[in-house]
C-alpha cells in the first residue's frame, strides 16, 4: 500500500497522467509514469486515441504498480473530434472521483478547461497551429478556430505548462497568448542497454510517419539515390483515410516497437531527421545514443536541442541534404566526430532530469509557489539543459 503523500517529495503522490497513444507522446509519458512510480508516487494513465498496441500493453505492464485506464476516444487534434473530446472529458472526471488523485497531468490542452476538483499540469508536445505555420506555410484555416479556442482555454485554465523546448513554448505563446506558469523541461530517454554496435552498416535510418509531412520523408525520398547505402524509414505509411504512401528509393521498414527500433539504429551510421517541424525529437536522442551521426532539419527547435551535435540542413533544400548524407558516407573521420558530438549532448537529455525537473514543477504547483519558476528556463536560476 502506498504510504500518505509527504510535504516535499513525490512520494505518495497520487498523479492522474493523460496520453495519446500515437508517437512520441506515449514514449514520453511511459517514461515519466516510470520514474515517477520509482520514485514512490502512485501514477494512473488514461489512455486516448487508437487502442493500445500489444508492445505498449507490454511496455505498461514492465511498469510496477502503473495503472492503466484505456478508452478510445477520438484526439483533441483529428478531424471533428469535439463530441469525442467532450465524453472524454466526461471519462476523465469519473476517474478523478474513483482514483482521488493529488494532481492531474494533461499531455493534451483542450481538458485543461475541465472541472478538475485538483490542480492540473498540462504538457504541450506540439499542436496544431504551430505545425501548420511550418508545415503548410500560410495562416490557419477558419475551421481550426475552435480548436484555437479550445487549446487557450485548456492553457489558461492549467497551473503551470510544461513545454520541451523554449521554441515550443514561444509557439504556444504565439498562437494562444500569454502563459501565466510556463517551464521548459526537455524531454529525456533512458540509457539503451548494451553498447552501440562497433561496425555500423553504411544505411541511413529515418524514424516518422510516411504521410506526416512535418517529417518531411519525402525529401529523403529524393535524395536516396545518390547516397551510397540503402535509406530505410521506420514508421507508418497508412494515412488517416486508411489508404497507403509509398515513397520511391526507401526501404520501408513499417511501424516498429522500441526494441526494434533500437536494432536498426544499432546497425545504421546514419540518423536523418530533416523536418518541418518538430518540438523536440525524441528519435534522433534515441539514435544519438546509440551511435548514430545526425542530419536534422535546420529549424530553431533542432538547433536549441542539438547546438554542434548534429549536420543542419535547410527542409526544403534537397541538394543540401543530399550533400550532407554524402559527405557523411564518404568521410569516416567526419562520420566518427559527428556521431561523438550526438552522443555527447544526447547523454545530457536523461530520463532521471526530466523527472526530477516535472517532480519539481508539481511540487511547487501544489505548495502553491509557481510564481518562482522561470516563465522561459525552467527552475529560477537552472538554465533548460537545451539552451545552451
Not at 476517474?95 to 498540462?122: C, K
Not at 517529417?215 to 540503402?230: C, M, Q, T, V, Y
Not at 527542409?315 to 559527405?327: V, Y
Amino acid at each position: 500500500m502506498i504510504e500518505p503523500r509527504r510535504p516535499g517529495t513525490i512520494r505518495g503522490l497520487r498523479l492522474l497522467m493523460t496520453t495519446d497513444t500515437v508517437g512520441g507522446v506515449f514514449t514520453y509519458a511511459m517514461t515519466l509514469a516510470a520514474g515517477l512510480v520509482e520514485r514512490g508516487a502512485e501514477v494512473h494513465l488514461a489512455t486516448m486515441g487508437p487502442a493500445l498496441k500489444p508492445s505498449q500493453r507490454d511496455a505498461a505492464k514492465d511498469v510496477a504498480d502503473l495503472v492503466v485506464h484505456e478508452s478510445t476516444f477520438a484526439l483533441e487534434w483529428m478531424p471533428e473530434p469535439w463530441e469525442d473530446v467532450e465524453r472524454a472529458g466526461e471519462w476523465l472526471l469519473e476517474l478523478e472521483r474513483r482514483v482521488a488523485p493529488d494532481l492531474v497531468h494533461l499531455n493534451g490542452y483542450v481538458h485543461g478547461a475541465t472541472a478538475f476538483r485538483v490542480p492540473i499540469v498540462v504538457a504541450g508536445h506540439s499542436c496544431v497551429l504551430s505545425w501548420w505555420e511550418a508545415v503548410v506555410g500560410e495562416p490557419p484555416p477558419p475551421e481550426l478556430a475552435r480548436y484555437r479556442s479550445e487549446v487557450q482555454r485548456g492553457i489558461r485554465s492549467a497551473a503551470a505548462v510544461i513545454a520541451p523546448t523554449s521554441a515550443m513554448m514561444r509557439c504556444l505563446e504565439r498562437h494562444y497568448g500569454p502563459v501565466a506558469t510556463g517551464v521548459v523541461v526537455a524531454n529525456g530517454v533512458r540509457a539503451p542497454l548494451g553498447t552501440p554496435h562497433a561496425r555500423k552498416e553504411m544505411a541511413v535510418l529515418a524514424a516518422g510517419r510516411l504521410w506526416d509531412r512535418a517529417k518531411n520523408i519525402e525529401a529523403l525520398s529524393r535524395a536516396a539515390p545518390s547516397f551510397p547505402g540503402p535509406v530505410r524509414v521506420a514508421g507508418s505509411d497508412q494515412l488517416p483515410d486508411g489508404s497507403r504512401r509509398v515513397l520511391p528509393h526507401l526501404t520501408a521498414l513499417g511501424w516498429l516497437d522500441a526494441e526494434a527500433l533500437g536494432r536498426a539504429m544499432d546497425s545504421a551510421a546514419i540518423f536523418a531527421h530533416p523536418a518541418r517541424y518538430e518540438p523536440f525529437g525524441l528519435c534522433p536522442v534515441e539514435a544519438a545514443l546509440r551511435g548514430c551521426a545526425l542530419v536534422l532539419g535546420d529549424i530553431e527547435s533542432l538547433r536549441e536541442v542539438w547546438g554542434d551535435g548534429a549536420l543542419f540542413v535547410a527542409p526544403n533544400d534537397d541538394e543540401a541534404l543530399s550533400h550532407a548524407l554524402r559527405s557523411l558516407a564518404l568521410d569516416d573521420e567526419l562520420r566518427r566526430d559527428h556521431a561523438a558530438r550526438a552522443t555527447t549532448r544526447a547523454a545530457t537529455f536523461t530520463a532521471t532530469r526530466m523527472v526530477e525537473q516535472t517532480a519539481t514543477v508539481y511540487l511547487q504547483v501544489l505548495g502553491g509557489g509557481c510564481t518562482s519558476l522561470d516563465p522561459i528556463r525552467g527552475q529560477k536560476g537552472t538554465a533548460s539543459p537545451c539552451a545552451s
